[in-house]
């Protein structure tokens, strides 16, 4: 009896076995088309779906928004404007390449005993347009970005604008995080690096973005040169560029006439120096370039001045014929220099005398040294200028009140000592500000080829450049504007009879070539005719 009942227990066992199997062979079967157990697709567990749900999910997670931090800004990003592709066909057929790859029988087995074999993964596979990610980064970074702004200098209202800290993106440090958040299926977030931007120190270069702008309305050709005489830290623009001598180049016969002089000047000499400097007198310049060729020879005189500015060092200046002389057919009427050999010249220049702003602002630099009791004129002629010399040659130019120029745009009883110079295109000031905050050299020439420069348009410009350049160096004290009355009645055929209205002192350019009283000459031999001081 028992063993009977032992045999229908063994035939039931196999039954109720035999059935499990059936069953779960049957459920392995619906399965089978679904991915095992442990299958990773590009980080993604699709373990139990079919292709289709896989893909669905993938694309979910790598087409889903990437946002970009900009600090605590944000921009949402289709990843699809950045060119990502995920290609999903390849990595699903790589999966089912693996699966199929196995044993059906272990297969099978893993599936009956719920025990899943070695994990399927493939890899994210995907790519995208480097460009894309490039040229959106900058453009979050030219939305968002704010760069630290300079001090800025302004002529109306405040004169002053402090600078402020600022911040911008490193492009090239924050396209990788970028990439990095598109190739992740979660946390799609790039924290863009952003780099913190200091207040910028004030340097000379903020005077120079403020003559610049300043420059821009001007229809012709700008040419300044500012040195700090303390640091001697300097700015041109256009400093190089060669520019008629005018009467600028009076700065260069004081500086010889007083090396050629032995002692005080005269009666007589001083009256030369204190009419060619507050007069402009071309006849007193002439008379001063005796002086300086010991004999009455003033092209011996010129000679001799455009031989030292070459010993100076300041090769583009020179003067081949005194003022106002018509010179003999033998003579050297010009100088071929680096500044007037460029083949890019837009200037109309006197070729009888010329100059750079550069080099005559290294001359005034000079000529302040040397009051000091140093520089190139002390070491180059030693013995012949002193500083008491050089201090009389500033304190000169100190008495020049003409021109509306430097002068007009420092505060009343600021020291300029100073020679302007005019011509029928080309407007110039040069001189040495002895300012509060800091003692200065300025030359600003204005240039405007083939024709008439009209003081209206280029007085302002040379003014406030002027200012500009003082408020530099006064921030803490700057010079406000002062209100220019304009005159109801010019007449438009004279440019300068609104400034003569304003400064009785000031004058036209006929009056600094001559005036009938001071005209002069010179004859084939060098020697000046004509009136007399």
């Given at each position: 009896?028992i063993?009977?009942?032992?045999?229908?227990?063994?035939?039931?066992?196999?039954?109720?076995?035999?059935?499990?199997?059936?069953?779960?062979?049957?459920?392995?079967?619906?399965?089978?088309?679904?991915?095992?157990?442990?299958?990773m697709?590009?980080?993604?567990?699709?373990?139990?779906?079919?292709?289709d749900?896989?893909?669905?999910?993938?694309?979910?997670?790598?087409?889903?928004?990437?946002?970009?931090?900009?600090?605590?800004?944000?921009?949402?990003?289709?990843?699809?404007?950045?060119?990502?592709?995920?290609e999903?066909?390849?990595?699903?057929?790589?999966?089912?390449?693996?699966?199929?790859?196995?044993?059906?029988?272990?297969?099978?087995?893993s599936?009956?005993?719920?025990?899943?074999?070695?994990?399927?993964?493939?890899?994210?596979?995907?790519?995208?347009?480097?460009e894309?990610?490039?040229?959106?980064?900058?453009?979050?970074?030219?939305?968002?970005?704010?760069?630290?702004?300079?001090?800025?200098?302004?002529?109306?209202?405040?004169?002053?604008?402090?600078?402020?800290?600022?911040?911008i993106?490193?492009?090239?440090a924050?396209?990788?995080?970028?990439?990095?958040?598109?190739?992740?299926?979660?946390?799609?977030?790039?924290?863009?690096?952003?780099?913190?931007?200091?207040?910028?120190?004030?340097?000379?270069?903020?005077?120079?973005?403020?003559?610049?702008?300043?420059?821009?309305?001007?229809?012709?050709?700008?040419?300044?040169?500012?040195?700090d005489?303390?640091?001697?830290?300097?700015?041109?623009?256009?400093?190089?560029?060669p520019?008629?001598?005018?009467?600028?180049?009076?700065?260069?016969?004081?500086?010889?006439?007083?090396?050629?002089?032995?002692?005080?000047?005269?009666?007589?000499?001083?009256?030369?120096?204190?009419?060619?400097?507050?007069?402009?007198?071309?006849?007193?310049?002439?008379?001063?370039?005796h002086?300086?060729?010991?004999?009455?020879?003033?092209?011996?005189?010129?000679?001799?001045?455009t031989?030292?500015?070459?010993?100076?060092?300041?090769?583009?200046?020179?003067?081949?014929?005194?003022?106002?002389?018509?010179?003999?057919?033998?003579?050297?009427?010009?100088?071929?220099?680096?500044?007037?050999?460029?083949?890019?010249?837009?200037?109309?220049?006197?070729?009888?005398?010329?100059?750079?702003?550069?080099?005559?602002?290294?001359?005034?630099?000079?000529?302040?040294?040397?009051?000091?009791?140093g520089?190139?004129?002390?070491?180059?002629?030693?013995?012949?200028i002193?500083?008491?010399?050089?201090?009389?040659?500033?304190?000169?130019?100190?008495?020049?009140?003409?021109?509306?120029?430097?002068?007009?745009?420092?505060?009343?009883?600021?020291?300029?000592?100073?020679?302007?110079?005019?011509?029928?295109?080309?407007?110039?000031?040069?001189?040495?500000?002895?300012?509060?905050?800091?003692?200065?050299?300025?030359?600003?020439?204005?240039?405007?080829?083939?024709?008439?420069?009209?003081?209206?348009?280029?007085?302002?410009?040379?003014?406030?450049?002027?200012?500009?350049?003082?408020?530099?160096?006064?921030?803490?004290?700057?010079?406000l504007?002062?209100?220019?009355?304009?005159?109801?009645?010019?007449?438009?055929?004279?440019?300068?009879?609104e400034?003569?209205?304003?400064?009785?002192?000031?004058?036209?350019?006929?009056?600094e070539?001559?005036?009938?009283?001071?005209?002069?000459?010179?004859?084939?031999?060098?020697?000046?005719?004509?009136?007399?001081?």
């Amino acid at each position: 009896m028992i063993r009977v009942i032992r045999k229908w227990l063994i035939i039931l066992l196999v039954l109720i076995g035999g059935g499990f199997l059936l069953l779960r062979g049957a459920q392995y079967r619906l399965t089978r088309h679904l991915f095992p157990e442990g299958t990773m697709i590009a980080g993604i567990d699709v373990s139990g779906m079919q292709d289709d749900e896989a893909a669905t999910l993938l694309s979910e997670r790598y087409g889903s928004p990437v946002f970009a931090y900009h600090q605590v800004e944000h921009v949402e990003l289709n990843p699809s404007d950045l060119g990502f592709t995920l290609e999903t066909e390849m990595m699903l057929a790589q999966a089912q390449d693996q699966v199929s790859e196995r044993n059906e029988w272990l297969r099978f087995a893993s599936f009956l005993l719920q025990r899943p074999l070695e994990p399927i993964e493939v890899p994210l596979q995907a790519s995208h347009d480097g460009e894309a990610v490039f040229s959106l980064v900058q453009s979050v970074s030219g939305l968002l970005d704010q760069p630290a702004s300079p001090a800025q200098l302004f002529s109306e209202g405040a004169t002053i604008r402090d600078g402020e800290a600022g911040f911008i993106t490193d492009v090239e440090a924050s396209v990788p995080i970028l990439e990095d958040a598109l190739y992740r299926q979660e946390n799609r977030v790039a924290k863009l690096v952003i780099l913190r931007q200091e207040t910028p120190e004030i340097s000379l270069d903020l005077l120079a973005d403020t003559i610049e702008a300043k420059l821009q309305g001007f229809n012709g050709l700008g040419s300044v040169f500012i040195m700090d005489l303390e640091t001697g830290e300097e700015i041109g623009i256009n400093a190089d560029l060669p520019m008629s001598g005018l009467s600028i180049l009076k700065i260069a016969i004081f500086v010889e006439a007083y090396r050629a002089l032995d002692g005080e000047p005269n009666a007589e000499q001083q009256t030369l120096f204190l009419d060619t400097a507050t007069r402009s007198s071309n006849y007193g310049g002439n008379l001063l370039l005796h002086l300086v060729a010991g004999e009455d020879n003033t092209y011996k005189g010129t000679d001799i001045l455009t031989d030292s500015m070459q010993r100076l060092g300041l090769v583009n200046t020179f003067m081949a014929v005194p003022y106002d002389a018509t010179p003999p057919g033998y003579r050297q009427t010009t100088y071929v220099t680096p500044a007037n050999s460029r083949s890019d010249l837009e200037v109309e220049l006197d070729e009888t005398m010329q100059t750079t702003a550069e080099e005559i602002g290294t001359l005034l630099s000079m000529i302040y040294q040397c009051s000091k009791g140093g520089g190139a004129l002390v070491a180059l002629y030693s013995g012949e200028i002193t500083p008491n010399e050089c201090q009389s040659i500033i304190d000169l130019m100190v008495l020049n009140e003409e021109g509306n120029l430097i002068r007009y745009g420092v505060p009343d009883g600021t020291p300029v000592s100073h020679k302007h110079g005019w011509a029928q295109g080309t407007h110039a000031d040069a001189g040495i500000v002895l300012s509060p905050g800091g003692d200065f050299v300025i030359v600003e020439y204005l240039h405007q080829p083939g024709g008439w420069l009209v003081a209206d348009e280029s007085f302002p410009i040379l003014r406030e450049i002027a200012r500009s350049t003082y408020n530099y160096f006064n921030m803490d004290d700057p010079y406000l504007p002062r209100e220019i009355i304009m005159r109801s009645q010019i007449d438009p055929n004279d440019p300068f009879s609104e400034l003569r209205e304003e400064n009785s002192t000031i004058t036209s350019p006929e009056d600094e070539v001559g005036d009938g009283t001071d005209d002069e000459t010179a004859g084939s031999d060098g020697q000046i005719q004509g009136g007399g001081t």
